[in-house]
């Protein structure tokens, strides 16, 4: 029994420890971000995208995981479909977030040239 327990308290020292490495990586990279950002922004309008585009990220992969973690009765419906669905039944659902996401997408596309030049390629493709 004793050895069970050294080895849940090494494994959780070794995920706490990993879980403080990763949360450092994430706080470097928001700064990295937010100085690229501050070369076509003002500093606060550069945190500001920053902190969306995280946010954002974070929503897409909850979205995403919860989507792969359900099980649809429906049979083998492609992922790509299901995706599609699902967020055009939020966007229905949730029309004023739709609406404040989709003015953010469009300021931040605005904003920033790289990223509606990268925005125009994708869909001249």
């Known amino acids: 029994m004793e050895r069970i327990v050294a080895r849940v308290a090494l494994v959780g020292s070794g995920l706490l420890i990993v879980v403080a490495l990763i949360a450092a990586a994430a706080a470097f990279l928001c700064v990295a971000i937010d100085r690229l950002l501050q070369v076509w922004l003002t500093p606060p309008l550069a945190a500001f995208a920053t902190a969306v585009a995280i946010l954002a990220a974070g929503l897409l992969i909850a979205l995403i995981v919860v989507l792969l973690v ?56």
């Open 70 to 125: 359900r099980r649809r009765r429906a049979g083998d419906e492609p992922f790509a479909v299901r995706l599609n669905r699902e967020l055009t039944s939020l966007a229905g659902e949730h029309t004023a977030a739709a609406v404040t996401v989709a003015l953010l997408v469009g300021f931040a596309v605005g904003a920033v040239p790289p990223l509606r030049a990268a925005l125009k390629d994708r869909l001249a493709k």
